[in-house]
């Protein structure tokens, strides 16, 4: 049984928050028998909000959670963090264009870059959900110099999920028979999720399914579910987003199966023509801790083609900010 380990939490009082935290508490992010120290994040707000849901906690007489402490302030919030999950983000509201919604996350993402780089632990893997949240991520790296740049990573795991449960139930299998699903690019409506190199019971999903199937219905379901659930519940996804939240950190600290791989937004190291430094959906594996680009893999027309166009707005989104000075 290892010692505690420090999680810092974002967005705490809001609707992932309050997903995510019972099942970190109750040992599902990092394993049944690692204790841990949760730290919340939020706004002045929403402070109040968070204790109530820290009393919450304390209901809860979990076995594994040592403590709950709530700020305001990054710095405090960030203090031997071992995990940070970046969920608080500003949303994009009515009439908001792209630069606005880059600059109002760059005044979150930026300072909270600074306090991890200042006071989280040496070992800090940083997990950011808030979106845009691969953007959000190069935000926050751009202003923790001292952090190993490969501990900035953005969640692509939900999109993961909802692509392996489309293919699941279309070809009838069960979840667990479907490997090697890759979600690449951004998270948004521009990521390509890719058949081509997925394995359902062995053999390669592509094959499986007919190419309008592939093309106009699972891409774009899979692409466009956020959506359908904010049209359907009347609300974000939550308790998926947490989940993935979740999966991402387990596999990041557990690692990955053998024979099998998962997505996660990471920084390029150049892999596939995706230029170094953004930080993209790859398929991944992760061992001892760390995070690999899974190499080799052939890429048609079909998936080049729908690549670059989701790396392309990366870049673009990249280019925004700079201009705005916040990288
Ligand atoms: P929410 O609005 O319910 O909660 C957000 C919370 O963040 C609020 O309590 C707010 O007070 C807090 N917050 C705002 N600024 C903050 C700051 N500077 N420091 C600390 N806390 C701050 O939103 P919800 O539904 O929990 O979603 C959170 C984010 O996750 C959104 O940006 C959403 O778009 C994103 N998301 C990402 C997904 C992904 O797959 N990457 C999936 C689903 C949601």
Not at 42 to 70: H, N, R, W, Y
Not at 173 to 194: C, E, F, R
Not at 291 to 298: A, T, Y
Request: glycine share 8%; hydrophobic share 45%.
């Amino acid at each position: 049984v290892q010692g505690p380990v420090t999680v810092t939490v974002t967005g705490a009082a809001g609707q992932i928050g309050y997903a995510l935290l019972f099942r970190i508490a109750s040992g599902h992010l990092l394993g049944p028998d690692v204790p841990v120290k949760l730290r919340l994040l939020e706004i002045t707000p929403a402070l109040k909000a968070a204790e109530g849901t820290a009393m919450e906690l304390a209901d809860c007489a979990f076995p594994l959670l040592q403590s709950v402490d709530i700020s305001d302030d990054p710095r405090v919030a960030f203090d031997g963090a071992n995990v940070a999950l970046l969920v608080g983000a500003r949303p994009r509201t009515k009439g908001m264009e792209r630069g606005d919604l880059l600059e109002a996350n760059g005044g979150i993402f930026k300072p909270q870059g600074e306090a991890i780089n200042a006071v989280a632990a040496d070992d800090v893997k940083v997990l950011v959900v808030g979106n845009p949240a691969n953007t959000n991520a190069l935000i926050a790296q751009a202003h923790a110099p001292d952090v190993p740049a490969e501990r900035f990573t953005a969640m692509t795991r939900l999109d993961h999920n909802r692509a392996i449960s489309q293919l699941a139930s279309k070809l009838e299998v069960p979840v667990t028979a479907i490997k090697k699903l890759t979600i690449w690019g951004n998270h948004s409506a521009t990521q390509y999720p890719d058949l081509f190199h997925t394995e359902v019971n062995g053999k390669i999903a592509a094959e499986q399914v007919d190419e309008a199937w592939l093309k106009d219905t699972f891409i774009p379901t899979v692409a466009k579910r956020g959506a359908a659930i904010i049209e359907a519940r009347g609300a974000s996804s939550a308790a998926s987003a947490a989940n993935a939240a979740i999966d991402h950190v387990f596999t990041w600290v557990n690692g990955t199966a053998e024979g099998d791989w998962t997505s996660a937004a990471i920084p390029s190291d150049g892999s596939y023509g995706v230029p170094e430094g953004l930080i993209s959906s790859f398929p991944v594996t992760a061992k001892d801790g760390k995070f690999s680009i899974v190499q080799g893999l052939e890429i048609d027309a079909f998936s080049r083609e729908r690549i670059d166009a989701s790396v392309a707005e990366l870049g673009e989104e990249r280019d925004a900010v700079r201009g705005l000075g916040l990288i």
